[in-house]
């Protein structure tokens, strides 16, 4: 074999390798599994620490189920009609030793401000898909945005972003962990 055909094969291995490491490395995604719904504590230490409020203990009062939830952290100017202002909360739901569903809750009391609510329900989504070590994909955050309604799959979760309208308009962004099958 000859000098130049030795240097080409080299490269072609050094390609392949190059290749199959980027294929196979799972630290260049941040779409990988996130483990924190099975550390009920470390999530909602980690939720408190996103800037709407400290998350209850994880607990499950008169066994209606476990679960946390952060006071409403209300916002904005209040609405002149109904006297309330925007708020936003955190909800995790589970069982005793796993957390299987949490939401980001946005009351949009004051239709006014929807603007700044939608923002703020942008930047704690953000911060959320970070503490679940997730990346927050830009259809979510322009559904967000529009008022649309938006599900995809990422890294081990369902996330969706629903309305529920009622006397207001009522947000609510679920990462529900998927079951193995």
């Known amino acids: 074999m000859e000098k130049s055909e030795k240097k080409i094969i080299i490269s072609i291995v050094i390609g392949l390798i190059l290749l199959l490491s980027f294929i196979f490395d799972t630290n260049s995604s941040k779409t990988e599994e996130s483990n924190i719904f099975q550390d009920p504590n470390e999530l909602i230490t980690k939720l408190s620490e996103n800037g709407i409020g400290n998350l209850k203990p994880w607990s499950n009062p008169m066994d209606i189920g476990w679960g946390s939830c952060t006071d409403y952290y209300r916002f904005g100017p209040i609405n002149n009609d109904n006297g309330m202002?925007?708020?936003?909360?955190?909800?995790?739901?589970?069982?005793?030793?796993?957390?299987?569903k949490m939401?980001?809750?946005?009351?949009?009391?004051?239709?006014?401000?929807?603007i700044n609510a939608?923002?703020?329900?942008?930047?704690?989504?953000?911060?959320?898909?970070?503490?679940?070590?997730?990346?927050?994909?830009?259809?979510i955050k322009?559904?967000?945005?529009?008022?649309?309604?938006?599900?995809?799959?990422?890294?081990?979760?369902?996330?969706?972003?629903?309305?529920e309208k009622s006397n207001i308009e009522t947000w609510k962004l679920t990462f529900e962990r998927k079951t193995q099958s």
């Open 103 to 114: 939401y980001i809750n946005l009351n949009i009391n004051n239709s006014d401000d929807k």
């Open 142 to 163: 322009e559904s967000i945005l529009n008022s649309k309604e938006y599900e995809y799959n990422v890294g081990g979760y369902t996330i969706s972003n629903k309305l």
């Open 118 to 139: 939608l923002n703020l329900l942008i930047e704690m989504s953000e911060r959320t898909f970070e503490t679940l070590g997730l990346k927050m994909s830009d259809e």
């Open 85 to 100: 202002d925007n708020n936003i909360a955190y909800y995790v739901e589970g069982i005793e030793t796993e957390v299987t």
